[in-house]
């Protein structure tokens, strides 16, 4: 069965850094890309970062500049470095990989890990 396992999280204050890991289980980041999204109380889940399997990254304005989402194919593992951090990236922060279909086509739907907790206070 699939897992993703999210590690990294804490707290600091603001302007301090955390890096998030994501490591799989039974499954293989690869040309499906994957993505960080993170979710604050009483808010909706919002997407932080994309990257795809060329290395293509995408982030949300919020994040710009302060975050870098990454893989390492050798270790099998998504990272999301979060440098000066604020107050309002207080949320919980998980890790996103799409399905994969027949032929290694990627699916709309995805695997979920079950997040970590970053607080931010200042």
């Known amino acids: 069965q699939v897992r993703l396992d999210e590690s990294g999280g804490g707290s600091v204050q603001a302007g301090g850094t955390l890096k998030l890991s994501c490591i799989p289980s039974?499954?293989?980041?690869?040309?499906?890309?994957s993505s960080w999204y993170r979710q604050a109380p009483g808010k909706e889940r919002e997407l932080v970062s994309r990257i795809s399997s060329d290395g293509t990254t995408t982030y949300s304005a919020s994040v710009q500049d302060r975050f870098t989402i990454s893989q390492d194919y050798a270790k099998n593992t998504v990272y999301l470095q979060m440098d000066r951090l604020k107050t309002e990236d207080t949320a919980v922060y998980y890790c996103?990989?799409?399905?994969?279909?027949?032929?290694?086509?990627?699916?709309?739907?995805?695997?979920w890990g079950q997040g970590t907790q970053v607080t931010v206070s200042s």
């Open positions: 996103a990989a799409p399905m994969i279909r027949q032929w290694g086509v990627c699916d709309t739907a995805h695997y």
């Open positions: 039974s499954y293989t980041f690869g040309r499906c890309g």
